[in-house]
């Protein structure tokens, strides 16, 4: 992906910022912007230290290094703030099979995925007619975000062998992988889940010490790993697993209750750090909880797909019935205990109250939009994502008589290496079209002249950032630059055009927002991105539209009408396309 032209970039963030900004700010922008630009100033030292650094680190992509730092750099839990879930449709009956059976066919299912990964058998990602890069699924699996004080480390193994399974507070090691490398019988590993999920005694829970804010959470690890030599070994068994299966004692109905269950649950039966954890409640339902350093939802897609299409194929044949109580006798689980000192069982008591009480600080509600969906949208002549993003500005500006900045997440997987940028999406077009829908006296034909010329303008906007035209990771890797090597090249304090009104209006994201191929998927969702603000991660289907909304406690009114507001919002929009 080639470096943007920083004029471009610097010019673009002024434009994109202009709806954000009183006309004092945009002076004020436009003044530090004409400063960065000047020749030998900071934005050229920056620039031409990106590209050289680039330069010495092709083919990787220069923007790779500065994405993973902003996750690895976060210092909050990672439960809520960072970590995203999926809710997955079943194929399976909840009702016939147990919470063990249905495991371990998501179990079996994710092997052959892994498979075919290892092989190089895996087709290429497509987005249309282009190849999309695959480097992001060497992050997927065997990989955890260790804590460390001021930054976090991402470790990636190429163990396959064993998984860990979280059940009743307890840590286990199941092999999944016999001695010669081959996938072991599905009801083998059934038989040590059942016996697993038959042990009712609670465990220590050290997996809730993941729940705390990260310097906290490196300290009681450093800690953990100075007691023994075998809590050293416990900790490589579950940082080395291929990933986390949590075994979940509660049975979530209500779907708002299986996304805060996904989400976040009460802490207990998690471990926060792994990449991908799997979650199976004791009624079947499933769902996945991943950390995001080195994987986006694209990817986790893709391995979604899979599961929905052969969770259901996996043979249990070799199942010749033994007793239950046989079964037991032979399981190859293994439950892997810390040694704990007082200080580290007081401090997970400790992070049990903590999370209690952030988990309290997030509020969820979720809107299943069944009037229409895309196929509807599309005999508008209108693109349905953008016709959803003007429906959200649409609700936001109702809710707050105006629109601050919404960010939605736009995939760069077709360039070697390439993660996401920003599209930023309240644009004069936008602004235009919002303002004549609310206005009396506008006639129907200029407001569904102005939503169309909104939308397009939405799509174009999109292609840039699909492109590697973008502002948000151009400037994301130049301050990444700065904080590297910043003094090396003669800038000794960040430069202004981070910290005035343009950059920080159009990243204080108060509706941060994604969207994806819902295949498999039932629902998704993450926490906001700014404590003012509101997480809203949706799916476009066929004739319905599916909203995960999130904010913080103190914002539940707002919560709630913003929910109402959107489908307000729609219907509203729908009625103009239709007259």
């Known amino acids: 992906m080639p470096v943007p032209s920083l004029n471009k970039t610097c010019?673009?963030?002024?434009?994109?910022?202009?709806?954000?900004?009183?006309?004092e700010e945009q002076t004020k922008t436009k003044k530090v912007i004409e400063q960065f630009l000047q020749p030998g100033g900071d934005g050229e030292k920056l620039q031409n230290e990106l590209i050289e650094w680039g330069n010495k680190h092709a083919p990787s992509n220069w923007s790779a290094a500065a994405w993973q730092d902003i996750y690895l750099e976060s210092r909050g839990p990672l439960a809520i703030n960072s970590n995203v879930f999926y809710y997955l449709k079943s194929k399976l009956n909840e009702k016939g099979s147990s919470q063990a059976n249905i495991a371990t066919a998501l179990v079996v299912s994710v092997y052959n995925f892994i498979s075919l990964l290892d092989k190089k058998e895996l087709t290429v990602d497509m987005q249309k007619d282009m190849p999309l890069c695959m480097n992001q699924y060497n992050n997927l699996f065997s990989s955890t975000r260790i804590a460390q004080q001021g930054m976090d480390e991402l470790k990636v193994s190429s163990s396959r062998k064993h998984i860990v399974i979280m059940h009743k507070q307890r840590i286990y090691k199941v092999d999944i992988l016999d001695e010669k490398g081959n996938i072991r019988s599905p009801s083998a590993i059934e038989s040590d889940l059942d016996c697993i999920v038959a042990i009712s005694e609670k465990g220590q829970n050290v997996g809730v010490l993941t729940t705390m804010p990260r310097d906290a959470w490196a300290e009681s690890r450093a800690n953990l790993l100075q007691i023994s030599v075998n809590n050293r070994e416990v900790m490589t068994a579950i940082e080395d697993a291929t990933f986390a299966l949590c075994l979940d004692e509660n049975t979530p109905e209500e779907i708002t209750e299986v996304s805060k269950q996904?989400?976040?649950?009460?802490?207990k039966d998690r471990f926060f750090d792994k990449s991908l954890q799997f979650i199976v409640f004791k009624n079947g339902k499933t769902g996945i909880n991943f950390e995001h350093t080195g994987v986006d939802g694209s990817v986790m897609l893709r391995l979604v797909a899979h599961i929905y299409d052969t969770i259901d194929q996996i043979p249990f044949d070799d199942r010749n019935a033994p007793a239950e109580g046989t079964r037991s006798q032979t399981s190859t689980a293994e439950e892997i205990k810390f040694d704990l000192d007082d200080a580290l069982v007081q401090t997970t008591?400790?992070?049990?109250?903590?999370?209690?009480?952030?988990?309290?600080?997030?509020?969820?509600?979720?809107l299943n939009f069944t009037q229409f969906g895309k196929n509807q949208i599309k005999q508008f002549g209108v693109s349905p994502d953008a016709f959803v993003q003007l429906a959200l500005q649409l609700a936001e500006h109702k809710l707050y008589g105006k629109c601050y900045s919404a960010y939605e997440a736009v995939m760069t997987r077709t360039f070697l290496d390439g993660r996401l940028d920003v599209l930023y999406t309240v644009t004069p077009e936008s602004m235009a079209f919002i303002h004549n829908i609310r206005a009396p006296d506008c006639s129907t034909q200029a407001k569904k002249d102005s939503l169309i010329k909104a939308a397009q303008k939405h799509i174009e906007r999109a292609n840039e950032c699909r492109f590697g035209h973008g502002i948000y990771t151009h400037l994301l890797a130049l301050k990444y630059r700065y904080k590297v090597a910043g003094r090396d090249i003669g800038i000794d304090t960040l430069p202004e055009i981070f910290t005035q009104g343009g950059y920080q209006a159009l990243t204080h994201s108060v509706v941060c927002t994604?969207?994806?191929?819902?295949?498999?998927?039932?629902?998704?969702?993450y926490g906001p991105l700014v404590d003012d603000g509101y997480g809203i991660r949706y799916f476009k289907r066929n004739d319905s539209i599916c909203f995960n909304i999130t904010s913080r406690t103190d914002m539940q009114d707002k919560l709630e009408l913003m929910r109402i507001y959107i489908e307000q919002s729609l219907l509203e929009m729908a009625d103009l396309m239709r007259s």
């Open 11 to 23: 010019h673009k963030l002024i434009e994109w910022a202009e709806p954000l900004l009183t006309q």
């Open 262 to 267: 996904l989400l976040h649950g009460d802490g």
């Open 349 to 366: 008591r400790a992070a049990v109250d903590l999370f209690v009480q952030h988990s309290a600080n997030n509020q969820i509600r979720v």
């Open 514 to 525: 994604s969207t994806t191929s819902e295949y498999g998927v039932e629902l998704a969702g």
